[in-house]
């Protein structure tokens, strides 16, 4: 049965914001008395705390699947929707948050320290949000923006004071349960111990913690057996004490051979950038089991080494207790020391101001497409407002459009060559495609529509004014030109002597019969 986990991936999902709210207000003697639909409310973040009575990643390990809730739809008369809950997760302090490329996003290192690491969708706005001078009754309303939803990784690196290193079964965990209240799993066998311990030494006036690592063996670095798994909670410590078995009865085993393989597993450990290496931070050596006559004499005969290696020696029993007050003196020094010197080290937290004038709104990136290139746009803002847009309504796409030619979409797809009845997408992978129409660049506000409609989306029949007066002009034209027509007709026919009735007329007969 797993007890300890230290690593795990969670399965994150962010409310999302309610819908904005259509509404006009109606009163007795007052119809149509303004709009007064209400905003929806956010939705409800993911939140990480640091919280030091959690010590390990098991509930997550669990359950993985996480979501906070879906903020409320907004109502009539002014009523917004109601906030998504929080959904608020504790975390082991030293928790290292990264997403699934590896890229870290925080460590959680102060208590009750929070981080969003899933935000939530905004709330819609309502319609009485967006009337305004010109538009004074909106017949739409925003749509809520869905939440984060994604993958993170929680990585636990133990925040204790001092490591406990050394080969499996050298009395690391008899160690820790010997100075401290903790008490692990102990016995007779190799990798006894599969998670680090943590326990609290007293010792004077200085409280600090002390981690038991799971044993170390050759190669560790590279993968074999448990160290590389957890060597990543050496990360953290100030000082590491080599626990070293005088008592082994491994052939071709000894305290000096044991020590020179884990610390060359040590020294290949890579550390984050900006920590100290494994091999320069303080080290002291503790020949452990010499309460047994045979691992005395060896104790007694490896120590001038190992002291004239530099190291700080002490020979310890955790059956008989010998030599454990002196070690956890000097490991109580070593810890106050250390924290003397961050406290004067500490940096001065500065307030560090970002101007974002430079960052580009959006970008329109050309690709190629089957029946010609296909023009897509990229961007917080544009990808946000196609999200917030219903698109059964008419209005709320003339307002998009509205929007996207203010952002100076328009100038930038002809920038980019784009032509009208091009082929845009507004976001990544599929996103909402259109047929480009450049004439939707005219401000609706200055157009005057039934609410929910936009006059610039459909083909209006009626003609215009000056369309009219065309049309009669070139019926006056037609009427003018066919009577002159007949005219000429009667004229020649007078010329030619043929009556109305299609009868001639001699003119000379006439004379003569006179």
């Excluded at 538009?135 to 690196?157: M, N, Q, S, Y």
């Excluded at 008899?174 to 100075?179: D, F, T």
């Excluded at 100030?238 to 597993?265: K, N, Q, Y």
Aim: proline fraction near 7%.
């Amino acid at each position: 049965m797993v007890t300890f986990v230290d690593r795990v991936t969670l399965h994150l999902r962010a409310g999302k914001g309610g819908n904005g709210c259509v509404s006009v207000r109606r009163e007795k003697f007052k119809p149509l008395a303004g709009p007064d639909g209400g905003n929806g409310g956010g939705g409800g973040d993911v939140v990480l705390i640091a919280d030091p009575q959690v010590t390990t990643l098991l509930s997550y390990h669990h359950s993985p699947h996480r979501s906070a809730g879906n903020g409320g739809f907004g109502m009539g008369d002014h009523r917004s929707g109601a906030e998504g809950e929080d959904q608020e997760l504790p975390v082991p302090l030293g928790t290292v948050v990264k997403d699934p490329d590896g890229t870290v996003l925080v460590d959680m290192l102060t208590p009750g320290m929070r981080f969003v690491v899933a935000p939530g969708g905004l709330g819609g706005l309502g319609n009485a949000s967006l009337s305004s001078p010109k538009r004074k009754a909106p017949g739409f309303a925003l749509l809520g923006t869905p939440g984060w939803e994604g993958d993170v990784v929680l990585e636990l690196k133990t925040v204790a004071d001092i490591a406990l290193v050394g080969f499996p079964s050298a009395g690391k965990s008899s160690l820790i349960a010997a100075v401290s209240a903790a008490r692990p799993k102990i016995a007779d066998y190799p990798f006894t111990t599969l998670h680090p311990n943590l326990g609290v030494v007293q010792s004077g006036d200085v409280r600090f913690t002390i981690a038991d690592v799971p044993g170390l063996i050759e190669g560790a670095s590279e993968g074999k057996g448990l160290g590389l798994e957890f060597l990543r909670h050496v990360e953290r410590c100030t000082a590491l004490v080599h626990v070293l078995d005088c008592a082994t009865l491994d052939p071709g085993r000894d305290p000096l051979s044991d020590l020179d393989i884990i610390l060359a597993e040590l020294g290949a450990y890579p550390v984050p950038e900006g920590q100290t290496p494994l091999l320069e931070r303080p080290q002291i050596v503790a020949l452990n089991k010499i309460d047994v006559p045979e691992a005395r004499d060896l104790a007694d005969f490896v120590r001038p080494d190992l002291e004239a290696r530099g190291f700080r020696v002490f020979e310890i029993s955790t059956v008989s207790r010998a030599g454990l007050r002196e070690l956890t003196f000097a490991l109580a020094d070593v810890v106050e020391q250390h924290r003397l010197a961050t406290i004067d080290d500490a940096p001065v937290e500065r307030i560090v101001i970002r101007p974002q004038g430079s960052r580009k709104d959006f970008e329109v990136k050309v690709e190629g497409g089957t029946y010609g290139p296909v023009y897509r746009i990229l961007g917080d803002k544009p990808v946000k407002w196609v999200q917030q847009t219903d698109f059964q309504n008419e209005e709320a796409v003339g307002y998009l459009a509205d929007r996207l030619a203010r952002l100076g979409v328009e100038e930038g797809l002809f920038r980019a060559g784009a032509v009208a009845g091009a082929t845009v997408v507004i976001g990544p992978g599929d996103g909402i495609v259109f047929d480009w129409e450049p004439t939707l660049t005219s401000a609706a506000e200055l157009m005057t529509a039934p609410r929910g409609t936009d006059p610039r989306l459909v083909q209006n029949p009626r003609r215009t004014s000056s369309e009219r007066r065309e049309r009669y002009h070139e019926r006056m034209d037609a009427k003018a030109e066919a009577r002159a027509e007949l005219e000429t007709e009667r004229r020649a026919a007078r010329a030619a002597g043929i009556t109305p009735d299609g009868d001639s007329t001699v003119v000379g007969d006439e004379d003569d019969a006179r």
